[in-house]
């Protein structure tokens, strides 16, 4: 009786072991294909991400909800309007970038700029809700800037809350195009701060020295490390999506809805938030 047991019991150790390897082996494999799923950091461009805007219908609710989540936005009244375009956005500094929570605050200013500028995609993208378009433009910059490295068609754009004789370059294909992303490019003189640490905030003059608390996250959130933004086109082939798609830390996929996934510090904390429906946005920190 005693072999016998002892048999059983070596028996359901060796069948517990066996079934925990294979149950941490899928675990890793898992965590793997995660990984695998994310950017790169091998850029194979001069353009970098300046910084990442989402249309929204209500700003105050949209706001709100990245603040439960502990995000820390710039106040309304700091918050930037875009003079003679309509629009102005509800912001969230980060050290390497900043999220633009875009929206139209004057329809006749608005109307007008669109009828002036028709071959940019502003009221598409403004009319997301109806016509299925992407809510999500990204804001690139060029290193050494030079007209020539933008690497796509692109329309000149100049506007008068813009520096005199300077102008962004919004990418022709995003008025065609409107379920991916819409990309543009933006001149030196309004490219966003980039800072290694939160010490280096120090940089900042002393002048705008209120402006390094918004740098800093209650959640702990500091940099942008990648940006997978899922789209409703099955089109991502355009010389646009294959740019924004060698960019080294940005992913633009097919998918079911649009929505994005904002990686912030390599998802260090391990943690994730899911702001659908609200906003399409899944937060990693």
């Known amino acids: ?29 898992k965590q793997a294909n995660q990984k695998s799923d994310l950017p790169t950091q091998s850029p194979t461009t001069d353009l970098q991400i300046d910084h990442l805007n989402i249309w929204v219908k209500n700003p105050d609710r949209a706001k709100e909800q990245l603040m439960n989540i502990g995000f820390r936005a ?20 980060f050290l390497n970038g900043y999220l633009e929570l875009i929206f139209v605050y ?41 007209l020539e490295k933008i690497p796509f068609e692109k329309v000149r754009y100049h506007q008068d809350w813009m520096e005199a004789n300077s102008s962004i370059y919004a990418a022709k294909s995003s008025k065609t195009h409107i379920k991916a992303p819409s990309i543009f490019v933006v001149y030196p003189g309004i490219e966003s701060d980039v800072f290694e640490t939160l010490a280096d905030l120090k940089n900042i003059p002393e002048e705008y020295a209120f402006y390094r608390d918004y740098f800093k996250h209650p959640n702990g959130a500091k940099k942008i490390t990648a940006i997978i933004i899922r789209s409703t086109s099955s089109n991502l082939e355009t010389e646009t999506m294959q740019a924004v798609n060698g960019l080294g830390n940005v992913k ?10 904002l990686y912030f510090d390599d998802h260090i904390q391990g943690k994730s938030f899911d702001l659908r429906p609200e906003l399409p946005l899944v937060i990693h920190l």
Do not use: W
């Open 74 to 93: 710039i106040p309304d009244s700091l918050s930037q309007i875009h003079k003679g375009q309509g629009t102005t956005g509800r912001y969230f500094n």
């Open 106 to 146: 004057d329809e006749v200013e608005f109307a007008q700029n669109n009828k002036v500028n028709n071959q940019l995609d502003f009221e598409e993208r403004a009319k997301f809700e109806s016509n299925g378009a992407s809510p999500f433009s990204l804001a690139l910059k060029v290193k050494d800037y030079k």
């Open 1 to 29: 009786m005693t072999r016998h047991y002892t048999f059983k019991a070596n028996l359901c150790n060796y069948l517990i072991i066996v079934l925990l390897t294979v149950y941490f082996s899928s675990c890793q494999n």
């Open 252 to 261: 633009v996929q097919n998918g079911t809805e649009h929505f994005m996934e």
